[in-house]
């Protein structure tokens, strides 16, 4: 099983940009899917992006979508979350997590393991 470390949250303006890295250890990262989730004060975790083995699949969630890119590079066991155009209510902590299934790729319960998690704030 992989072990999955976050980086690169911080505070910024409202209109800037984030990249967020997950790296993974272990040899099987390409064997995964994997999802980018925050959790917001006071809110329950929810589901941002996922993107399939390779990274030929990617999926958003509408509150996301046009803004934030996921990738990934199975050659360096990293996945990336860039974040354009944030707002205060991306305000949250983001958590990447891996999966062995695409067939839900919101469903929180199909990924294990998960990060530690990394803040990001976005002041107006």
């Known amino acids: 099983q992989v072990q999955l470390v976050e980086s690169g949250g911080g505070s910024v303006q409202a209109g800037g940009s984030l990249m967020l890295s997950c790296a993974a250890s272990?040899?099987?990262?390409?064997?995964?899917?994997m999802g980018w989730f925050r959790r917001a004060p006071g809110k329950e975790r929810e589901f941002v992006a996922a993107i399939s083995w390779g990274g030929g699949s990617t999926y958003y969630a509408d509150s996301v979508k046009g803004r934030f890119t996921i990738s990934r590079d199975n050659d360096k066991n990293t996945v990336y979350l860039q974040m354009n155009g944030l707002k205060p209510e991306d305000t949250a902590v983001y958590y990447c997590?891996?999966?062995?299934?695409?067939?839900?790729?919101?469903?929180?319960?199909?990924?294990?393991?998960w990060g530690q998690g990394t803040q990001v704030t976005v002041s107006s």
């Open positions: 997590a891996a999966s062995r299934t695409w067939s839900q790729p919101t469903g929180q319960h199909l990924y294990n393991p």
């Open positions: 272990g040899r099987t990262f390409s064997s995964y899917c």
